[in-house]
């Protein structure tokens, strides 16, 4: 009986490898331990097919990936053996379809080192940049395929930027393929252990031949600096005390910036409960610091606005970002002031939302400036239209003061006009002031938060250093923001077309609007005033289409004739009033509208509105001859330089 039960496990034995053997086209070491105990082989080589020849992702890409993960395992088995898979000592994945790479191919993987610090970082922003989910994997030698595998590699060897990394390669490979890139780890983990403790698997033949007769792979594969976890641990360990050291100086320069900061910056958590107040915020709001911490935000939030605040703990909890949303809070005395809000969500180390960081921007003055500016332009624009009623009914009076009369009418509206044009400048220098010093003193902070974070292992340490970071984050998105809605660079650069683009794809994030961009294939650069007009001219049609319509979707039309550019902004709202439309197309009312028809008439375009209770069209036809409106764009820029 015992001969028919040792007949039979030889059997079992030689049957196994003879399937290992038609998977691979060679037999590996790896599969022919435990000769007694065939069952045990049996179940590795289920484990192996499940998650490693069978697993759905490419073979070329997995076995890249083993050869890569092998190498941070202390005995070579593991990657000598897939080496010689991935050149064509047997199949790469079990696979007889997939092509085998050459030598170099392999040196060059092997001499990739473990990604960290800024050069993870480039990796994580590619990979949370692209888009996502990936239709296909990535191909060899590729810089996609570096940065999954560099995302990977964190998660395979759980450092302390394994979270997050894990974070990324979701977003870029979608919940289903991931699972199996973690299936395919934990095989490649459980063979790196096997070969642990198995130290009697020895090369196979082929191997020692291939690394007899090619030194530079043999001291890739023998000589690797990242052969042993034990190093890269040790590396990070070696790396803390001074870590700490930079860490705890960062966040003391980011103290005194956040305590020195003119905006109010608060954080509070899901619940609404204060957590964190600075100087700005004691200094806008009146409440100290012990006043404010641990009471709830509607604090300072007056009593018709509390509906907001449920809105935006609703938002945050589901990880958006709420930008530049205009509202009004309350001071301790009862004052209510105009502010502008970013806030984000924080999140822990796994990525859960735990809170929100809050900056509030006092544009109380911004806000009367601005009043202040448009009834001085309403003052000049009644003026000159008075000028000009005088005029028409004064036709039959003496020609010279006629003659004066128009002068005069002419020169207030070269007076508006070089107004609108002072403003379109001072806005652009304020972007790019804001841009060019704040914007990059901002960055290196960020960038020098960057490197610190790598290393820190204390959970408070490195938890006060991301929190550090994101509020870095905020205020550099905070000031490029404002600096592209002041002036947006891609005007300049690309054109209207890329600028409207832009322009309306921050709009539908910042609202629920829906915006359909239609502009013509064939549409070419214009005079650098027609595209400052169409741009400003869709800017306020969207304001106002967002603020009064209460309409879905809005629809930009832009097309391009032989001498004219046509522009059509349509929306489905409410419509405008017939007693307030009759006021905007007698230029009675509507400082907005009055904007648009002083950059229409100056270019010397055309403007009609049309409105219902379907929706309101505006159309626009300028003329792009560049003789035009060149010799006008000159003589502005000289008198404002004068």
Not at 53 to 68: G, H, I, M, Q, T
Not at 119 to 129: I, Q, R, V
Not at 351 to 365: E, L, Y
Request: hydrophobic fraction near 40%; charge should be negative; include cysteine.
């Amino acid at each position: 009986m015992a001969f028919n039960n040792d007949q039979s496990t030889g059997t079992a034995a030689r049957e196994l490898q003879l399937r290992v053997n038609e998977r691979f086209g060679v037999l590996p070491n790896f599969f022919q331990l435990s000769p007694e105990t065939p069952e045990i082989t049996e179940k590795l080589w289920g484990f192996a097919r499940a998650a490693y020849l069978d697993n759905p992702l490419p073979s070329v890409f997995k076995e890249r990936l083993f050869v890569r993960l092998s190498r941070f395992c202390a005995v070579r088995y593991c990657i000598a053996r897939h080496t010689g898979f991935l050149i064509g000592l047997g199949r790469p994945a079990g696979d007889e379809a997939a092509r085998a790479e050459t030598i170099e191919d392999v040196v060059k993987l092997l001499r990739r080192p473990l990604s960290r610090g800024p050069e993870l970082e480039s990796y994580l922003s590619l990979c949370s940049e692209c888009p996502a989910p990936l239709g296909e994997m990535p191909t060899a030698d590729t810089q996609i395929e570096d940065g999954l595998f560099s995302l990977a590699s964190h998660v395979f060897l759980q450092t302390a930027d394994a979270p997050k990394c894990l974070n990324v390669l979701e977003r870029l490979l979608g919940t289903v393929r991931l699972q199996y890139l973690l299936l395919f780890l934990a095989f490649v983990r459980a063979a790196h252990y096997w070969t642990r403790v198995h130290p009697e698997i020895q090369f196979e033949d082929d191997i020692n031949q291939l690394l007899a007769t090619n030194e530079a792979l043999a001291s890739c594969i023998l000589d690797d600096p990242e052969s042993s976890t034990d190093k890269v641990t040790q590396s990070i360990l070696d790396e803390i005390p001074a870590l700490r050291l930079k860490a705890d100086k960062a966040v003391g320069l980011l103290a005194s910036i956040v305590d020195s900061s003119d905006d109010a910056i608060v954080s509070k958590t899901l619940d609404g409960i204060i957590t964190s107040w600075n100087h700005s915020a004691e200094r806008m709001f009146g409440y100290l610091e012990s006043e404010a911490i641990g009471q709830h935000i509607n604090l300072i939030i007056p009593d018709d606005r509390r509906g907001e605040e449920a809105t935006i703990l609703a938002d945050l909890r589901k990880g958006k970002r709420i930008e530049h949303f205009e509202t009004i809070r309350v001071r301790k005395d009862g004052t209510r002031l105009d502010i502008s809000l970013t806030i984000s969500p924080l999140r822990d180390h796994a990525g859960n939302v735990i809170g929100a960081s809050k900056v509030a921007r006092d544009i109380t003055d911004r806000k009367r400036a601005e009043k202040a500016l448009r009834d001085t332009e309403n003052e000049l624009r009644t003026l000159a239209e008075s000028l000009e009623s005088q005029v028409q009914l004064r036709t039959q009076e003496l020609e010279t003061r006629n003659t004066q009369i128009t002068q005069q009418a002419e020169q207030l509206r070269e007076l508006s006009n070089r107004l609108q044009y002072t403003q379109d400048e001072e806005r652009r220098r304020i972007a790019r002031d804001l841009h060019d010093s704040a914007g990059q003193v901002v960055t290196a902070l960020g960038m020098h938060l960057s490197s610190i974070t790598q290393g820190a292992a204390e959970p408070e340490v490195r938890k006060t250093v991301e929190e550090s970071r994101e509020m870095v984050r905020q205020l550099a998105t905070e000031i490029r923001t404002v600096s592209y809605l002041l002036h947006p660079p891609l005007l300049d650069e690309n054109g209207l077309p890329d600028a409207l683009r832009w322009y309306t794809e921050g709009l539908v994030q910042r609202s629920d609007l829906k915006i359909v961009l239609d502009i013509s294939t064939d549409f070419k650069r214009l005079p650098d005033a027609v595209e400052m007009a169409l741009f400003r001219i869709v800017q306020e049609c969207l304001t106002n289409i967002h603020r009064h319509s209460r309409a879905k979707t809005a629809t930009i039309r832009l097309a391009r004739g032989v001498s004219t550019a046509v522009l059509e902004v349509r929306d489905d709202g409410v419509g405008i009033a017939k007693d307030t439309l009759a006021a905007i197309l007698t230029q009675r009312s509507g400082v907005g509208m009055a904007g648009m028809r002083e950059r229409v008439r100056h270019l010397r375009g055309d403007l009609d509105i049309q409105s219902d209770s379907t929706g309101t069209t505006i159309s626009i036809s300028l003329p792009v001859v560049t003789g035009s409106v060149g010799d006008k764009e000159i003589a502005y820029k000289a008198n404002a330089a004068v």
